[in-house]
């Protein structure tokens, strides 16, 4: 390739780095939309892997926190909870750490908060239908709904922690911006 271009370029320096900077350029991006294509296939695989290991039915939770009251207003409060004390870039440094050195960090308290709710199940995170057995959804059967909701679960994994966790920034700032209804606004 540097050759044709030192051929097309003649004598002209400036001409040939002009040429082999635009070369470089083109190169560099067509291998950076590469790597994404197969990283996002990479990361949708992981994530169907997880989601049928775990038993992780996207529509299954749904279901349950429709549902149940109880569960949704608790996991607001967790999550809540979560982006208030836990900045993104916490959560990034803390999620490269090893659960002894998340234990051992004061910075990490949330996310240690967070871990142990899921290990212990508590009762924010106990009642929900994460694991096996699959639980059936009301009228539609297991076989149809739990590969569903596992292809769901792959998706959203994919599309990474930073997206949600932004996202889910985003939704608590929102709710704590809008007032219920019959409240008079302060000023």
Same mark, same amino acid.
């Given at each position: 390739?540097?050759?044709?271009?030192?051929?097309?370029?003649?004598?002209?320096?400036?001409?040939?780095?002009?040429?082999?900077?635009?070369?470089?350029?083109?190169?560099?991006?067509?291998?950076?939309?590469?790597?994404?294509?197969?990283?996002?296939?990479?990361?949708?695989?992981?994530?169907?892997?997880?989601? $049928?290991?775990?038993? @992780?039915? +996207?529509?299954?939770?749904?279901?349950? %926190?429709?549902?149940?009251?109880?569960?949704?207003? =608790?996991?607001?409060?967790?999550?809540?909870?979560?982006?208030?004390?836990?900045?993104?870039?916490?959560?990034?440094?803390?999620?490269?750490?090893?659960?002894?050195?998340?234990?051992?960090?004061?910075?990490?308290?949330?996310?240690?908060?967070?871990?142990?709710?899921?290990?212990?199940?508590?009762?924010?995170?106990?009642?929900?239908?994460?694991?096996?057995?699959?639980?059936?959804?009301? $009228?539609?059967?297991? @076989?149809? +709904?739990?590969?569903?909701?596992?292809? %769901?679960?792959?998706?959203?994994?994919?599309?990474? =922690?930073?997206?949600?966790?932004?996202?889910?920034?985003?939704?608590?700032?929102?709710?704590?911006?809008?007032?219920?209804?019959?409240?008079?606004?302060?000023?």
């Amino acid at each position: 390739q540097l050759l044709s271009l030192s051929q097309v370029a003649e004598q002209k320096v400036d001409a040939f780095v002009d040429d082999v900077s635009n070369w470089i350029d083109k190169s560099l991006t067509m291998m950076g939309d590469t790597y994404k294509r197969k990283m996002q296939i990479i990361s949708l695989v992981v994530g169907l892997v997880i989601a $049928g290991a775990f038993n @992780l039915d +996207t529509l299954g939770l749904v279901h349950h %926190l429709y549902h149940d009251r109880e569960a949704r207003d =608790a996991l607001a409060v967790v999550a809540t909870d979560f982006v208030q004390n836990v900045s993104a870039e916490t959560l990034d440094r803390c999620g490269r750490l090893t659960p002894q050195q998340i234990a051992a960090d004061t910075a990490c308290a949330g996310v240690r908060g967070l871990l142990d709710g899921i290990r212990r199940r508590n009762e924010s995170l106990g009642t929900l239908p994460i694991g096996w057995p699959p639980k059936p959804l009301g $009228g539609f059967p297991v @076989l149809i +709904t739990v590969p569903v909701g596992w292809l %769901l679960t792959g998706l959203a994994v994919s599309l990474g =922690a930073s997206f949600w966790f932004d996202l889910l920034t985003r939704v608590v700032n929102i709710r704590h911006g809008m007032r219920k209804p019959g409240e008079k606004p302060t000023t």
